[in-house]
């Protein structure tokens, strides 16, 4: 059976006005754009969304605002993760309150906390939070989890799941294997394919803000068992995310979606702001999507 917050999420954008603020209505459109795409959900307050360039207070409003624009129309999932438990827990509480489905949060970062300080942060919000939990393994950017340590984890009642941002898709099968009725989210983009084939139950990731009627495609094709398309769409996919490597994930992703009319300002400094000539190449590499797009109907 699948599980009910499976699928394809899109890691969601913040939009910012020409002040730096949170952009009101460019997230309503963003919102609409996710459900108009048929995404199972979105994953608000991530990395994708900027949220460590951000206040508490900032992320809090964010996760209210996407919340009050999406009206059960589409699963959210918080990303609540900070460095100090108590910032986890008070985010936490918003989530619970705004309506989200669950929770999820990074392993805490910059300080060489050690292991046993690191799984006491992911029970203690597993224990006090109202909402269930996804824990985050990216071992590229913290300390990544040992298998038994996310089967540990994974055996708390209120642990359901985990976002693997890893290219080991061995280790991606190998807790599927370990625990089967966990929620496997992959985490890379360029190897949602992989990851679904591997037994991922879905994925979270940045480019689906903007083609993510893309990889919905490749998640159907794949329970279809027709491989060969899937990945003829992950190579379509992955054109534009060699483009987004080199100018930028996060400035160059709100520029695409500023290509789709979906106005998202500028990546906090210290991000780039993009050139005209990244337009222009940002502009070339996405057309065959949306090309792909229009004739779909």
Same mark, same amino acid.
């Given at each position: 059976?699948?599980? @009910?917050?499976?699928?394809?999420?899109?890691?969601?954008?913040?939009?910012f006005?020409?002040?730096?603020?949170?952009?009101?209505?460019?997230?309503?459109?963003?919102?609409?754009?996710?459900?108009?795409?048929?995404?199972?959900?979105?994953?608000?307050?991530?990395?994708?969304?900027?949220?460590?360039?951000?206040?508490?207070?900032?992320?809090?409003?964010?996760l209210?605002?996407?919340a009050?624009?999406?009206?059960?129309?589409?699963?959210?999932?918080?990303?609540v993760?900070?460095?100090?438990?108590?910032?986890?827990?008070?985010?936490?509480?918003?989530?619970?309150?705004?309506?989200?489905?669950?929770i999820?949060?990074?392993?805490?970062?910059?300080?060489?906390?050690?292991?046993?300080?690191?799984?006491?942060?992911?029970?203690?919000?597993?224990?006090?939070?109202?909402?269930?939990?996804?824990?985050?393994?990216?071992?590229a950017i913290?300390?990544g989890?040992?298998?038994?340590?996310m089967?540990?984890?994974?055996?708390?009642?209120?642990?359901?799941?985990?976002?693997?941002?890893s290219?080991?898709?061995?280790?991606?099968?190998?807790?599927?294997?370990r625990? @089967?009725?966990?929620?496997?989210?992959?985490?890379y983009?360029?190897?949602?394919?992989?990851?679904?084939?591997?037994?991922?139950?879905?994925?979270?990731?940045?480019?689906?803000?903007?083609?993510?009627?893309?990889?919905?495609?490749?998640?159907?094709?794949?329970?279809?068992?027709?491989?060969e398309?899937?990945?003829?769409?992950?190579i379509?996919a992955?054109?534009?995310?060699?483009?987004?490597?080199?100018?930028?994930?996060?400035?160059?992703?709100?520029?695409?979606?500023?290509?789709m009319?979906? @106005?998202?300002?500028?990546? $906090? $400094?210290?991000? $780039?702001?993009l050139?005209?000539?990244d337009?222009?190449?940002?502009?070339?590499?996405?057309?065959?999507?949306?090309?792909?797009?229009?004739?779909?109907?």
């Amino acid at each position: 059976m699948t599980p @009910p917050l499976a699928g394809i999420y899109a890691a969601l954008l913040t939009p910012f006005n020409t002040k730096g603020e949170i952009d009101p209505a460019a997230t309503e459109a963003l919102v609409a754009f996710q459900i108009q795409q048929g995404l199972a959900g979105v994953y608000v307050g991530g990395s994708s969304g900027e949220a460590m360039a951000q206040s508490i207070a900032e992320r809090a409003d964010y996760l209210r605002l996407v919340a009050g624009f999406a009206q059960g129309q589409i699963k959210l999932i918080a990303h609540v993760g900070a460095v100090a438990t108590d910032d986890v827990l008070a985010l936490a509480a918003v989530a619970a309150d705004a309506g989200y489905d669950t929770i999820s949060a990074i392993t805490p970062y910059y300080y060489p906390f050690s292991r046993a300080e690191v799984m006491a942060h992911y029970s203690d919000i597993a224990e006090r939070a109202a909402l269930p939990l996804v824990i985050y393994n990216f071992p590229a950017i913290t300390a990544g989890f040992t298998l038994a340590e996310m089967a540990t984890l994974l055996d708390h009642p209120k642990i359901i799941g985990v976002k693997h941002t890893s290219t080991d898709m061995y280790m991606l099968e190998k807790i599927k294997r370990r625990c @089967p009725n966990a929620l496997i989210y992959n985490g890379y983009d360029e190897m949602c394919l992989a990851g679904l084939v591997t037994g991922a139950d879905g994925a979270i990731g940045t480019t689906y803000n903007f083609m993510g009627d893309l990889f919905v495609e490749i998640e159907r094709l794949v329970k279809a068992q027709q491989t060969e398309s899937a990945r003829s769409l992950q190579i379509m996919a992955n054109a534009v995310i060699d483009v987004l490597v080199e100018v930028g994930v996060m400035p160059g992703s709100k520029g695409l979606l500023g290509i789709m009319g979906i @106005p998202m300002g500028d990546a $906090r $400094r210290p991000f $780039r702001r993009l050139t005209t000539s990244d337009h222009d190449r940002l502009a070339a590499a996405v057309q065959p999507i949306l090309d792909w797009r229009t004739a779909r109907g």
